[in-house]
């Protein structure tokens, strides 16, 4: 099993989305986008889009499309302006958090520390944690959790020069592997994906050294996405 997530970050408003799920399903109808039991697709939305995106994933009536948040707030529910706490997605289809993405590690000084708290935050709520690592971080990032919760995660391998908006260095998908390797025994096994700079070009050969990939700018547009994943199925 494959995980493609795909992080929109801060794009589209709900005018622009609604077309995306309106493009998306209409190839779903059209059976252009392969209904497979090996492929978990999340699509990681911005707050203001997990409303029209939980009725557009119940609308496709399938288990295909999963929702992610791309932060989550590392305290409890309460008097904290501004943060959005994994309690607060109660009864939204919410099933996963991208958690300490480079850019919020870079630009909001996210530490290793805060995203671990997010993390616990997050599984509090039954909500799966997907942390962002890079080899720079990724020990000292295992060493803010127990021992016994590190296989409970979903890791992702992302160099920051290889994110497409950054640089977009695409690195060789034999060096990501060995990466990977060496990511899941520090992380007891758990799935580790691979994020930068991944399209329709790549993804196969990146989906054949990791157990899934994160998928920022080439989600962007329906039709872009759906290329990608008619390669990766
Ligand atoms: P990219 O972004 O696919 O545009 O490189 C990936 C990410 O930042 O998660």
Redesign the pocket.
Known sequence: MKYI?A?W?ANHNIVSAQNWFDQFSQAVRQGRVLNTDDLVVILALPYHLLVPGAVFAEKLNSRYIHLAVQNLSQTEAGAFTGEIAAENLKHLPVAVA?LG???RRRLYKETNQDVAQKAVQASLQGIQPVV?VDESIYQQQAQQFNQQDLNQLIV?Y?PPS????SG?QIPDAAQVGQVIQQIKQTYQGSPVLY?????AANVRDFLAVADGV??????LEAEKFIRLLQQAG
Not at 195 to 199: F, T
């Open positions: 997530i992080n970050k991208l993405h480079s850019e962002c992702a992302e290889a994110i497409s908006t977009g994020g930068g700079s991944v399209k994160l998928v920022g700018g080439a989600s």
